[in-house]
T-cell receptor, first 112, second 114 residues
C-alpha cells in the first residue's frame, strides 16, 4: 500500500531564505507526483506536477525534483516570502491510478 | 479555462440530517473523485466514478452514497449526519485518456454538522 511521508511537518524561516521540503513514497511505480499548496481552511492549489518520466519541474521560484528509484521528491522554494506561508502537500496516485494519496503536509511559516 | 465547480460552498446541518453535495467536472472530463478533509487532516479519498460507474472506493462510510450522472456531474449524498462528518469535501475531475490522469480540484464544500 502506497504511503507518503513529508518531512519536516513544520518549518519556520525568515523572509529571503531558500528552503527544501521533502517527500518520500513507498511504492516507486507512480504515474506522477504533484505538489499542492493549501492555505488554512482553503482549497488545494496545484503547484507542480512531475510526470514519471521527468526528473524535475520548475515554476517561478519553485522547483520540484523526482527520484523514482529512491522514492523521493523535493520541493525547493527560492527566496521565500511571507506569502509563501501555507501547508504544502505531496501527492501521488495509487497503483491503479484511481485515487490520490496525500502526505500529511509541511506547514511553512515565513516571517518578515 | 473552466474549472471544477462545487456547490454549495458552505453547508450547515444538524445531526441526523441529510446533505447532498454536487460536483460539476471540467467539460469533457469523464472521471470524478471525492475527498474528505477533516480539521487538521490531509485529504482522504472517498470514492470515484468513471463513465458513470464506480471505479474505486476508499474510506467512505456506509451512510454516504454517490453517483455520476449522464452529464458527468456527481452528487455525494450523506445521511444520518454525525458531528465527525464536519469537514471540507473536495471534488476532482480528470480525463482518463488524458495526460497521466492529472486530477483537477474544485474549491471544496465546507460542511458543518451541529
Amino acid at each position: 500500500k502506497q504511503e507518503v511521508t513529508q518531512i519536516p511537518a513544520a518549518l519556520s524561516v525568515p523572509e529571503g531564505e531558500n528552503l527544501v521540503l521533502n517527500c518520500s513514497f513507498t511504492d516507486s511505480a507512480i504515474y506522477n507526483l504533484q505538489w499542492f499548496r493549501q492555505d488554512p481552511g482553503k482549497g488545494l492549489t496545484s503547484l507542480l506536477l512531475i510526470q514519471s518520466s521527468q526528473r524535475e519541474q520548475t515554476s517561478g521560484r519553485l522547483n520540484a525534483s523526482l527520484d523514482k528509484s529512491s522514492g523521493r521528491s523535493t520541493l525547493y522554494i527560492a527566496a521565500s516570502q511571507p506569502g509563501d506561508s501555507a501547508t504544502y502537500l505531496c501527492v501521488v496516485p495509487n497503483q491503479a491510478g484511481t485515487a490520490l494519496i496525500f502526505g500529511k503536509g509541511t506547514t511553512l511559516s515565513v516571517s518578515s | 479555462a473552466a474549472g471544477v465547480i462545487q456547490s454549495p460552498r458552505h453547508l450547515i446541518k444538524e445531526k441526523r440530517e441529510t446533505a447532498t453535495l454536487k460536483c460539476y467536472p471540467i467539460p469533457r472530463h469523464d472521471t470524478v473523485y471525492w475527498y474528505q478533509q477533516g480539521p487538521g487532516q490531509d485529504p482522504q479519498f472517498l470514492i470515484s466514478f468513471y463513465e458513470k460507474m464506480q471505479s474505486d472506493k476508499g474510506s467512505i462510510p456506509d451512510r454516504f452514497s454517490a453517483q455520476q450522472f449522464s452529464d458527468y456531474h456527481s452528487e455525494l449524498n450523506m445521511s444520518s449526519l454525525e458531528l465527525g462528518d464536519s469537514a471540507l469535501y473536495f471534488c476532482a475531475s480528470s480525463l482518463i485518456a488524458g495526460t497521466y490522469n492529472e486530477q483537477f480540484f474544485g474549491p471544496g464544500t465546507r460542511l458543518t454538522v451541529l
